[in-house]
């Protein structure tokens, strides 16, 4: 088959991950006989340093065009402490996020068995593990109305969800729970906030449609706590914007390194996917940052904008074959041999 895949290698450790995921999804490409066209394009802090502007059409357009996009970080310490800067990198994420229509954001942790002594939790806690979180991502707190009022005195940012945007997201969540052990739980604040309620009330309302799936409803607050007592007693998450950010940073460090978790964001135009740790600005350019989670996400990508299950599973056990033999970064060597980030990337490559 033919791909043409948009690259958003982005800011900070972004382009170093991204060179690895594109040269194992080559490899999966060669040995599986398809064609990757690779198209990349501006975004993030690099995007405003050439353009002015961190999603400027141009990189819009290419996204649009493309069978997925594959991106890596956006983020830039010049920006995180000026809380005057008229244009953020962040913008570009959240208005990307917006256009491409991207409203789910699949967030998965699972556990690897050679890493359970790396967890910060203790090993009978995480064994197990395999658990999903659907983030809406385009609604919420994160795009309502926001300002400030009384001369700059009171701050806002309303938190408004519709509906329809709480159907399409719990959907995908009931259909995802229904293709594992259908058990869904649904993440909410409901005992205080309004639009907790309406999430609820509609989630409830849906449950008639999957009578297969075993629906829970629990408060954020509590969720929180239980993710880092018993993690591995829930299956599939389903929440809005802020409560799954948070959510799940809280989740990613589970299996040992936050380097190590994918992540996929679906919509109505496109499809993405990036590793959920950030730009990681300390690490740019020092050939140390983690890929996996970056080619792990290039794995999600043959899995579900192509449909091609086996191309996921040779790089899955590529993955898993380098953590069990030590081909890993410094976060996760423990005292033992570190290798550079282009190095796990041609181990990986090498190994599909
Ligand atoms: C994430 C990030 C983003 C978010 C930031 C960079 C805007 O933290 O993808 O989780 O808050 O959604
Ligand atoms: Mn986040």
Known sequence: MKFNIALLAGDGIGPEVIDQAVKVSDAVAKKFGHDITWKPALTG???IDAVGEPYPDSTHDVCVAADAVLFGAIGH???????????????????????????ANVRPTFTFPSLLDKSPLKQERIEGTDLVFLRELTGGIYFGEKGRRDNGETAFDNCVYTRAEVQRLAKKGFELAMTRSKKLCCVDKANVLETSRLWRETVQAMEKDYPEVEVSYEFVDAVAMRLVQWPNSYDVLITENLFGDILTDEASVISGSMGLMPSASMGTDAALFEPIHGSYPQ??????????ATVLSAAMMFETAFNLPEEGKAIRNAVNKALAEGIVTEDLADGGKAYGTKEVGDWLAANI
């Not at 800067?85 to 990307?96: D, H, N, S, T």
């Not at 690490?283 to 996996?292: C, D, K």
Request: aromatic letters at 4%; a positive charge.
């Open 45 to 47: 802090a690099a995007a």
């Open 77 to 103: 310490p010049r920006y995180d402490n000026d809380p005057s800067a008229k244009v953020r990198p962040e913008q570009g994420l959240l208005k990307m996020r917006k256009k491409l229509g991207l409203f």
């Open 283 to 292: 690490a740019t350019g020092l050939n140390i940052a983690n890929p996996m």
